[in-house]
């Protein structure tokens, strides 16, 4: 089995600087198939930390646990509705829009109310 991989990717030093595309050949012939999940893992914890940069505004809007669902390289996955359980988590962890919720004549179920700090 080959164990190279070539890719073309573009680059650029600042947000001032036009990309430049580059081609790099990867020999991966040192590396087991454990070592190449363990770059896919990480990989896939980048990419959810940046979309947490993108949907959060503090450390307040961040969901401390989640399952996400890992899409196949190359798919674009589109912003899912919140489930109930992730809309909760979110409303619980804002006690200012929890307020406003309340305010505007929303209930809570018992068991989530309890749960507020």
Known sequence: ???????????????????????????????????????????????????????????????????VEVSKPGTRIINKPLTREELLAKVLQDPELLKQILAAGATLPSAEIDNVA
Do not use: H, P, W
Request: net charge neutral; hydrophobic share 40%; glycine share 2%.
């Open 1 to 67: 089995m080959d164990k190279k991989m070539i890719c073309t990717f573009k680059v650029r030093l600042t947000e001032d600087n036009d990309a430049v595309e580059v081609t790099r050949t990867f020999d991966l012939k040192n590396l087991t198939v454990d070592d190449l999940a363990e770059y896919a893992a990480k990989t896939i914890v980048i990419n959810e930390q940046a979309a947490i940069r993108r949907g959060a505004k503090s450390n307040r809007d961040i969901v401390l646990e989640k399952t």
